[in-house]
């Protein structure tokens, strides 16, 4: 009895690592066709049948940065997803302060609308934006990118925050109180320090989900002087066989590099991060 | 069910804290939240409000200020040509099988997977698709499915798993699964990692318990594990569900919503037809209802599904 169970707990070992290479066969698999499209020439990236072992170039990698804006791709990024985190910040640490420690009238309702927008479709909303943005003459410019990033996330930043702010121990609070500190020093002082985990988790995450934004930043933005790397590839285009993907898979590949390392910063804290704090670890 | 009970006991000291509070005015806490709920509602509020106002004109891009009075006409237009109710079937098609593949292959990863030595690792190698630029991730599989050169059929074809190659681009249903396939590759690790993450965050004495009473480790994983993971399981799905009915980008790059407007979404509708074809005022009607909807969904998501949790 005994015996047959180890055996069949053996061959259920195997088979766990089984299917999970499957998947990992096809997660990867992409993946390490991107890495060899971005190290061949142009002529191998369409052809049937299809090339898996090209001649390994560096043409692409060359390519995308001399032949795109490649530095007003990365600049305007950089630019609109570093102020949009700011921007958010500035609003969601004071926002979840106070839907975290105080107790007043309306309080459910108004932490529950934030939470809410995180459900909006953004393409239900991008017509009156659009307008918003021609009226304010901001169309073309980062700093509208950075504001509509900086909407998108704010609900997430403010209740990762706030499922933060809301472990961090009373008492500790209360001791800063007694020696006559008022909430905004124990938000600065204390309760703020305390939850710097959750602060950086959502800002990473916003730093993420504001660089890959696609909808909104193509339609304002239509030159180098505010389009980003996200849509700013969609241009690499020209010559009888349109789309250039070898010079794509080079932008992708270097953008998913810094994601990954900033990922790895916050893995722990990842899941927690990605349900708006409804999971506790 | 949503409301949490909460004791006398534990609202007496919360009470006690507040009157110790006295030196803070009773308006701080509001004037704390109200910038990001300003903020929140112009996204929000004055889009719905700008949209519904525009939604009953005769209006276009091209000509400012050429607005004229129509009423309900572009809401029965809407309903009178069919691209718009096709669209919401190809939104609910194409999400929905998506969002079932997503799941069911993300709970059973996460099952094989959070009690393994080697958790860390597959966690990080799953995660790996997510963490691409959508764009990107778009591109690269509108060549994988490319008309003559597609990598998918090559590799279909060499393995004797089909005998001709597929048109992923002219035929429908091929087309809409080409989106599912490059969705379910991008985004079955948002649900795995929060699914992993649920486990290990379980106390793991009920699934010894229920082990040493002789229970295998499917049974303890679907009879222990599972019904305790169901909060977060909804929270999961709803969050995916929302940004897979919202699809975008990869119909913006990869179909374009062809063939014939099989896989045009409700998001890529309206971005044709109020910035391709510039009229506004029907974009605005579609808008209005979509967003109609989206509360109305987002209403009852929070108070049966994140209530309860965050509280």
Request: glycine share 6%; aromatic share 12%; hydrophobic share 55%.
């Amino acid at each position: 009895m005994a015996k047959s169970r180890r055996v069949s707990q053996h061959s259920s070992r195997i088979g766990r690592y089984l299917l999970l290479a499957c998947w990992a066969f096809f997660c990867l698999l992409p993946i390490v066709w991107l890495v060899t499209l971005s190290l061949r020439g142009r002529t191998e990236t369409m052809v049937n049948p299809p090339i898996y072992w090209p001649h390994f170039t560096l043409e692409a990698w060359r390519d995308t940065f001399e032949n795109w804006p490649m530095w007003a791709y990365l600049r305007n990024t950089f630019v609109a997803a570093i102020g949009s985190v700011l921007i958010d910040l500035l609003l969601a640490i004071p926002a979840a302060y106070s839907l975290a420690r105080f107790q007043y009238r309306g309080r459910d309702q108004i932490g529950f609308y934030i939470l809410s927008t995180r459900m909006i479709v953004p393409a239900a909303v991008a017509l009156p934006i659009y307008i918003l943005f021609k009226n304010l003459h901001l169309l073309d410019n980062p700093v509208a990118l950075m504001l509509i990033y900086a909407a998108i996330n704010l609900s997430i930043v403010t209740w990762v925050i706030r499922s933060y702010m809301i472990e961090v121990p009373r008492e500790i609070e209360e001791a800063a109180r007694v020696d006559g500190a008022r909430s905004i020093g124990i938000l600065l002082r204390v309760t703020l320090p305390l939850s710097i985990s959750g602060v950086v988790t959502a800002s990473i995450l916003a730093l993420i989900f504001a660089v890959n934004e696609f909808l909104f930043t193509l339609l304002i933005s239509y030159t180098d002087s505010a389009q980003t790397l996200s849509v700013g590839l969609a241009m690499f285009t020209g010559g009888s066989k349109g789309i250039i993907y070898n010079d794509i898979a080079v932008v992708a590949l270097v953008t998913f590099v810094p994601m990954f390392i900033l990922t790895l910063l916050i893995q722990r804290h990842l899941s927690r991060g990605l349900t708006m704090g409804a999971l506790k670890n | 069910m949503s409301s949490v009970p909460v004791s006398t006991a534990a609202v007496q000291p919360a009470r006690a804290a507040l009157r110790r509070r006295g030196h803070d005015p009773r308006w701080l806490p509001y004037a704390l939240v109200a910038p990001a709920v300003a903020y929140l509602l112009g996204i929000t509020l004055y889009p719905f409000i700008y949209a519904l106002y525009k939604s009953f004109y005769q209006s276009s891009f091209t000509m400012p200020g050429m607005d004229t009075f129509v009423g309900f006409g572009n809401y029965t237009d809407l309903f009178r040509n069919g691209d718009f109710l096709a669209s919401v079937l190809n939104t609910l098609i194409i999400s929905g099988s998506s969002v079932l593949a997503e799941f069911v292959l993300a709970l059973g990863l996460a099952a094989l997977v959070y009690r393994d030595p080697w958790v860390k690792g597959w966690r990080m190698m799953f995660l790996a698709p997510m963490l691409f630029m959508p764009s990107a991730v778009s591109f690269m599989w509108k060549l994988l499915f490319v008309p003559g050169a597609s990598v998918v059929n090559n590799l279909m074809e060499s393995t004797g798993f089909l005998p001709q190659a597929l048109n992923w681009v002219g035929n429908p249903t091929l087309a809409r699964l080409s989106l599912v396939v490059a969705d379910v590759w991008e985004w079955t690790p948002f649900l795995f990692l929060i699914f992993v993450g649920a486990l290990q965050a379980q106390n793991s004495d009920l699934e010894e318990a229920a082990k040493v009473d002789g229970a295998r480790n499917w049974q303890v994983f679907w009879q222990v594990s599972l019904p305790l993971l169901r909060p977060i399981i909804a929270i999961a799905l709803v969050l995916r569900s929302i940004d897979a009915v919202t699809m975008f980008t990869k119909v913006y790059v990869m179909t374009q919503g062809a063939p014939a407007g099989d896989t045009e979404t409700v998001s890529y509708f309206i971005y044709r037809v109020g910035f391709n074809q510039f009229d506004a005022g029907t974009a605005a009607a579609a808008s209005v209802l979509v967003l109609i909807v989206t509360i109305a969904v987002a209403q009852y998501a929070v108070s049966r599904y994140f209530r309860p949790a965050m509280e």
